[in-house]
T-cell receptor, first 115, second 113 residues
Framework: AQTVTQSQPEMSVQEAETVTLSCTYD???????LFWYKQPPSRQMILVIR??????QNATENRFSVNFQKAAKSFSLKISDSQLGDAAMYFC????????????FGQGTILTVHP | NAGVMQNPRHLVRRRGQEARLRCSPM?????VYWYRQLPEEGLKFMVY????????ESGMPKERFSAEFPKEGPSILRIQQVVRGDSAAYFC???????????FGPGTRLTVT
């Protein structure tokens, strides 16, 4: 079975500052994929960033980057130059192996951005 | 390219009625996933379908719930004899192939009164 754990129910950051959201996971698969999704108050799930486990280089998308530590099974999301529009619930998700692509989600972290 | 479409956005049903939720995947996507989000919780996988086939329904409750993705038309998630515990947001996602990122629809919020 695959599990994803987000240990921070809530986080806050000042506008223009940097914040890191934590995620740990467990899987017995050797080939898997990790994602961060954002869910703003509209409840629309938006893909933020994707990381293939076989790639050693950390993924980056504009102000969003990850710190992927495969041995530690850790996958944190760093948001630089935080903006008010980044305020949302953030979910870490995992898929791989025999899961046929279905996603296992963490419990989520609510991010508040203060002006 | 239009995104994943779901309708209705909001659905109110009385206990014992049937609920039908529709999902039209993105153009070119043949893989559809359904997830359920209970209040204050993360999304939970329900079922994975390809055209005319159910690939994985390990997250579906054994009774009252069914899903289909016909050759023509949208994917349908059907809940028979709804109960209050079925109240949740139901999300559909699509992808062009498995192990690829999934693109989500806006969700259907089901309220059972």
């Amino acid at each position: 079975a695959q599990t994803v754990t987000q240990s921070q129910p809530e986080m806050s950051v000042q506008e223009a500052e940097t914040v890191t959201l934590s995620c740990t996971y467990d899987t017995s698969e050797s080939d898997y994929y990790l994602f961060w999704y954002k869910q703003p108050p509209s409840r629309q799930m938006i893909l933020v960033i994707r990381q293939e486990a076989y790639k050693q280089q950390n993924a980056t998308e504009n102000r969003f980057s990850v710190n992927f530590q495969k041995a530690a099974k850790s996958f944190s999301l760093k948001i630089s130059d935080s903006q008010l529009g980044d305020a949302a619930m953030y979910f870490c998700a995992l898929t791989g192996g025999t899961s046929y692509g279905k996603l296992t989600f963490g419990q989520g972290t609510i991010l508040t951005v203060h002006p | 390219n239009a995104g994943v479409m779901q309708n209705p956005r909001h659905l109110v049903r009385r206990r014992g009625q049937e609920a039908r939720l529709r999902c039209s995947p993105m153009k070119g996507h043949s893989h559809v996933y359904w997830y359920r989000q209970l209040p204050e919780e993360g999304l939970k996988f329900m079922v994975y379908l390809q055209k005319e086939n159910i690939i994985d329904e390990s997250g579906m409750p054994k009774e009252r719930f069914s899903a289909e993705f016909p050759k023509e038309g949208p994917s349908i998630l059907r809940i028979q004899q709804v109960v209050r515990g079925d109240s949740a947001a139901y999300f559909c996602a699509s992808s062009p192939r498995d192990f690829y990122e999934q693109y989500f629809g806006p969700g259907t919020r089901l309220t059972v009164t």
